[in-house]
């Protein structure tokens, strides 16, 4: 019913194929399904849809970004499933509510998410994500159980630890993905070899919000080069940055393990020799991990099987380089023999189609080599034959050639046409010229023709049984792709520690985030940005539980927060950090809030979704999180915002349960009133000096107090006409004469900031 169908040339598919994905639309691909040169005698090849292409299936390599997965997802009663079909990378994961299924969903952002029918409406109302709704009998039990048995060729499911009440949402949600995926978008899965069962619990909780706000990986919206990822990415193979990328996705929180990844780390900012030559070792590598799955689903073509050989081939010296550090190579497979194969039956400059043929080496095959020789030899025995011709009919002007229409024809000009002798046939006219053919050209011809379909038969014949003979590696070469990125991550966190000057943090199971003279590691390396002004941090659950940090406009209270929890999650990811040196206690989860003033990015009723948000917060922190409150309230009235920081600086003080390590960033002076009520609560202030009108900014975070908020001083240094800044300073000293009190509840409640025009309060 009307939708919309055309025909591309195959070899633009790629470029229309982008284009169509890229502007959000689905594409069905059908094509030819039987060789047109069988099918004598009927009058139409079949054609078939072959695959239909999601934003979330694309496997084409152009459409990829090598830097990031490109995930399709099911989610079913607070499980995820998730597939990279590129890599046949496929796991689950089950989730303890809703909210924490979306926040995953947010922080993975895939490219696209199915969901049961019967939930459709749910699903939109959650206003997360689009889905796709398919078939609900797909995410019933029985059925997906069923597809993952079939799939996965086993009998139950216990291998990979999916049996048992507790996984039925994950098998539901993993099953109707795979038959999503295979049977209704018709894509071949056949190397999506096993699924994974994930577990969040060890991992440090960051919400999307989080990532976000500390511009921990590149999201919409947010300048790409200005992020914790770019910053860290001295990763040479798409692997890498995967891993990279994962990493900082989710940090670990098991103390330990944090531990080991750091001495690995360790390893090589001790020995750059052996960094440097890793590093180049990398450089040649390709994405083994996408190869290997077009190889695995009968993708791949003979430049991808030349690419996957050459990149395979630096693993033994990687293997070696790794051992002389006492770093282990456990995963790591050289596949020397295989390489060695491939070497050898691969041309050297392949065609990229199947049909093309050039595909197979010389030498690698006798009866290849003989047909080609054949084939080859046409040449030679055309010009015999015209040498042969002009002598015994004595034209000399003819002419024996070749076209894909005749075939073999022999060419005379109009003028000795007529000289032509009895047993050539006439088959076409030119205007100059006549063409002919005999009995000995048409018979050599169907030698030559017989040649050629031997020669394209036997090199797909002989390039299948190369990708089944590498398909037989597949796990095994995916493995050695997984510890390649996992190595290349590895050294490209030595790299830029050892370019940057980051130190290795010490974590244990302590209290403290302790930070001497940190650095925030983006801003600092921001180009043209002033030199950056090192400052530390000290905080634990007893008397340095909430920093209050007061200070003007742009005097770096955000920086300074940001600064803190990007180290901690640095610090988590295993990586060294931009400081003199670092101590971390491990935290469970990294709370972020900023005012809703700061973060009009989202588009959403932004008050609404602070307050959402606070109540996340104050509901789920634990003494082991860490808070980042910045400006919270703004997006209120003054004295609705005061009364809300206030309470919410109050409610983690006093509450144990929640007593989480907070930083609080806030430009309403009567909170600084905290820290004599509370002797868990300091106050803090980003350093000014005056001068004049003037403010100059010494990014340095000491303790005490903002005197004032400075924000005329701000606005006479954007530029303001001057009258404006004195009526400004007039007024100010206005209100001022009649400031509030806090502390004093009957005044808090009883002034009302909307006395003031201009201002709104949240239900204006
Ligand atoms: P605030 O939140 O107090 O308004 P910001 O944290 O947004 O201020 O910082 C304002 C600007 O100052 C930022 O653009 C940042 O580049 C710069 N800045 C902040 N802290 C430092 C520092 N420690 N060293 C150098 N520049 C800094
Ligand atoms: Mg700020």
Known sequence: NGLPMCGVPWHALDGYLARLIRSGHSAAICDQVEDPRTVKGKNIVRREVTRIVTPGTVTEDGLLDECTNTYIAATHSNALALLDLSTGEFSCEAFADAAALEDAILRISPAERIVSAEFANAAAAENSMPATCVDAWTFSYDAAHEELLRHFKVLALDGFGLEGSACAGMVCAAGALLYHVGTTLHHNISHIRRIVKRESAGMLAIDAGTVRHLALLPVEGLRRDATLFAILNATKTPMGARTLANRIRQPLCDAAAISARLDEVETFTRNRFSLTRLQSLLGGVRDIERLIAKVDSMRANARDLKALAQSLKPVPEVIEELAAVQCSSAGLAAEKELVDLLESAIAENPNVLLTEGNLIAPGYNGELDEWRGIAQNAHQWVANYQAAEIERTGIKTLKVRRNNVFGFYIEISKAAAKDA??????????????????????????????????????????????????????????????RLGEIDATLALADRALAAGYVRPIIDESDVPDILDGRHPIIEQLPDAEPFVPNSASLDCVRNQIMLITGPNMA????????????AVMAQMGSFVPAASMRLGVLDRIFTRIGAGDDFSRGRSTFLVEMQETANILNNATPKSLIVLDEIGRGTSTFDGISIAWSVAEYLALHAQTKAKTLF???YHELTALADKFDCVTNWTCKVKEDGERLVFLRRVVPGVAERSFGIHVGAMAGLPESVVKRAFQILENLESSKLNVTDPARAVKKRLSDIPGQMTLFD
Do not use: C, M, W
């Open 421 to 482: 002798p009895p047993n050539y046939e006439r088959r076409q006219t030119l205007t100059g010229a006549e063409r002919f053919t005999t009995p000995e050209l048409r018979e050599y011809e169907r030698k030559v023709l017989s040649a050629q379909e031997r020669i394209n038969a036997l090199e797909q014949d002989l390039f299948k049984d190369l990708l089944a003979k590498t398909a037989a590696h597949a796990l095994s070469i995916q493995s050695t792709a997984i």
């Open 556 to 567: 770096g209270k955000s920086t300074y927060l940001r600064q803190v929890a990007t180290l």
């Open 665 to 667: 960033a806030t430009h």
